[in-house]
């Protein structure tokens, strides 16, 4: 253990053999004066030093050194004035024996307060803080093993240097500030800094306690210290990432907002333990539940980024539950729901904000669960971007792409319509010419039937010539070249409807799209397709135009083992039985500006697929087309080469 400041402890073997020889032989020279020499005097209260010299061996040698005084006072007492005598020697050899019961009492006790000082000392040896004690210059009087083991510096190195120049300790403030406390209160506590033996820094926690010799006068100081290097450099990494955290929340361009889980947590654990085992299932089913769970999200953050998306001044606004920020036709909160349930770390999705003034901002997101740390669950992050001028961009494209399928088909019945009558037109002008000349023939006065059997025949002629050349054109539509790729009839529909959605919603009209998940794939010229459904789903919205609105459904399902169906149906005023008759007819219009070759051309389309397209309609019921579609063979699907082969 480490030396204390009061008495020496045992001293050892060869310091104990040189003690109890001194002891020894103060105590012959004490006997011999006492006995050899005429002194009238108390020679014997000299064996007192002999007693404070045994006193620093053992206690054992203190009460031998003590009897063998006595003794030997009394024996020199007996020899220089015999027994029977009483007199001023008796007074002085009482005088001795007191002066040596006195001295050993007081070394006992000594003796005792050392070892319970010693005692007291190997306590503070036991604790892992470095204590030491120093005295009102700041000289170290007392270092225990933990002052060792932390700083570096042996006991016997430490004690008797200046504790501040040893530690080259830095205070918090001034010294003399520190010093002026102690004096006033008896203690001070704060953060050090200091230096160990190796050079190492280390941060402690330092309490001071005042120990005073008399009113007002200080005498040591007992000073504890914890190594708090560890605990402050992690605290200061948590400071710092925190600090980092919040730049990057404050700064990011990106919204981000804080949202509070736990009571939405506390709240499922409460359904667990009421005997809910299917939570998913249950979110699916009860849309009441959803928007309870959706009120006890709380958000306790946003940044300023978020604040701009939504236009608003100040975060106040969103000082609520999650029912704040999404609309009341948000459909991801349930999925979110169901993915913190399952205890996954994110989600993602795209929904619709509640902005300044009413408006919605359709916005994608991101949640970002911490883990399953239940203690984290205040800590919910969303990250919002605003994606309107990106839903933007993808209308007009799409606007432009219908436009386009509309302009293509529009120049297609152009070109058709120009070479219908650049074809069909000479014919025509032949056989009214030689109608007119057959006539003039037969009012004759004498009718020329040899010429106007001529010019019959002519007529006839021309006639079989334009019926040809509509023939051609015919045959030209419904053998233009088609490709021949696989395609995913699921794909092909929510594409083609991509392209309508934009007018549809401005029609007025809902989309309603059943698409059987377990469709064959078809073989065919994607472009065609969609060309025949963005007709049919445009006429379909065009026909409700008049009613103002309604809803669209596009189905699209098995058709016996080796063939699928796709229809179209509305809810408009539906056809007569009459024009029903007529409507694949090339040029059967009862639009203004209709043109009466879309659904001609979609026959002839769907015909060039090997499929059939017609129509159901109850008047005032809306109408419906469904065109079939053969599936593409099953050992296709798979092949590749076959995909290359119907590509090439
Ligand atoms: P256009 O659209 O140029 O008139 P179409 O061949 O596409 O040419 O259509 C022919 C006619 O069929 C339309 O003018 C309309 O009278 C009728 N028609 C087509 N689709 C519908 C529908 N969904 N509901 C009612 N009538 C329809």
């Not at 939570?279 to 849309?287: A, K, S, V």
């Amino acid at each position: 253990m480490a030396t204390s400041t009061t008495e020496p402890a045992t001293p050892r073997l060869d310091q104990a053999a040189a003690l109890r020889a001194l002891a020894f032989v103060l105590t012959l020279g004490v006997f011999l004066v006492d006995v050899l020499t005429p002194l009238e005097g108390a020679v014997a209260v000299l064996y007192v030093i002999v007693i404070l010299v045994a006193a620093r061996i053992s206690l054992p040698d203190l009460l031998a050194a003590s009897a063998a005084s006595v003794a030997l006072t009394a024996l020199a007492y007996v020899v220089m004035h015999g027994f029977g005598h009483v007199g001023s020697p008796t007074l002085r050899v009482l005088a001795s024996f007191s002066a040596i019961g006195i001295a050993t009492l007081l070394a006992i006790q000594n003796r005792k307060a050392t070892a319970r000082l010693r005692e007291q000392a190997q306590l503070l040896d036991l604790s892992h803080d470095m204590i030491f004690v120093r005295d009102a210059q700041g000289v170290i009087r007392f270092w225990n093993s933990g002052a060792e083991n932390c700083y570096g510096w042996t006991s016997e190195e430490a004690v008797g240097r200046v504790a501040d120049d040893l530690l080259a300790t830095e205070y918090p403030t001034s010294r003399d500030e520190i010093e002026a406390e102690l004096l006033r209160t008896g203690r001070w506590e704060g953060m050090l800094r200091q230096r160990t033996r190796s050079g190492a820094t280390i941060i402690v926690e330092s309490r001071w306690v005042l120990q005073r010799s008399g009113p007002g006068q200080p005498d040591r100081v007992l000073e504890t210290h914890r190594d708090v290097t560890e605990r402050e450099a992690s605290h200061m990494a948590l400071a710092q990432s925190e600090r980092r955290f919040r730049r990057i929340f404050d700064a990011s361009r990106v919204g981000l907002l804080q949202e509070d889980w736990s009571a939405l947590r506390a709240e499922l654990k409460r359904r667990i333990a009421d005997g809910e085992t299917d939570l998913p299932g249950q979110i699916e089913r009860d849309p009441d539940f959803v928007a309870r769970a959706k009120a006890l999200v709380t958000i306790t953050d946003v940044n300023a980024a978020f604040l701009e998306i939504a236009g608003a001044d100040s975060p106040a606004r969103f000082a609520g539950s999650l029912d704040t920020v999404l609309s009341e036709a948000d459909q991801t909160f349930a999925a979110s729901l169901i993915a913190f349930c399952r205890g996954d770390r994110f989600f993602e999705g795209e929904t619709e904000i509640r902005a300044a003034g009413g408006r919605r901002v359709p916005v994608i997101f991101g949640l970002t669960f911490p883990d399953a740390d239940e203690s984290m669950d205040g800590e919910v992050l969303a990250f919002v971007v605003d994606v309107t001028e990106r839903n933007n961009a993808q209308h007009a494209l799409m606007a432009a792409q219908a436009e386009l399928a509309h302009a293509a088909r529009v120049a297609t019945l152009g070109e058709l319509t120009a070479s219908i009558t650049h074809e069909v037109n000479q014919p025509l002008a032949a056989i009214v010419t030689n109608g007119e000349a057959a006539l003039r023939w037969l009012r004759r006065k004498e009718p020329d039937l040899e010429e106007v059997s001529t010019a019959l025949t002519r007529a006839i002629d021309e006639g079989k010539r334009a019926s040809a050349i509509v023939g051609r054109i015919r045959s030209f539509l419904k053998k233009g070249p088609i490709r021949r790729d696989l395609l995913d009839v699921s794909e092909l529909v929510q594409d083609a409807m991509l392209l309508v959605e934009r007018q549809l919603m401005t029609s007025g009209v809902t989309l309603r799209l059943a698409i059987d998940p377990k469709l064959p794939t078809i073989v065919g010229d994607r472009v065609q397709l969609q060309q025949v459904l963005v007709n049919l789903a445009v006429n379909g919205a065009q026909a409700m135009l008049a009613t103002g609105g309604g809803s669209l459904s596009v189905q699209a399902c098995a058709e016996g083992p080796e063939h699928i169906r796709i229809s179209v149906q509305d809810s408009g005023p539906g056809i007569s039985q009459e024009d029903a008759a007529r409507l694949f007819e090339p040029f059967f219009t009862t639009k203004q500006d209709g043109m009466g070759m879309g659904l001609a051309i979609c026959r002839s389309t769907v015909e060039a697929h090997g499929g059939q397209l017609s129509v159901e309609s109850e008047p005032g019921e809306g109408a419906r087309f469904t065109f079939t579609l053969p599936a593409a063979p099953t050992e296709s699907q798979d092949d590749p080469a076959r995909q290359q082969r119907l590509e090439g």
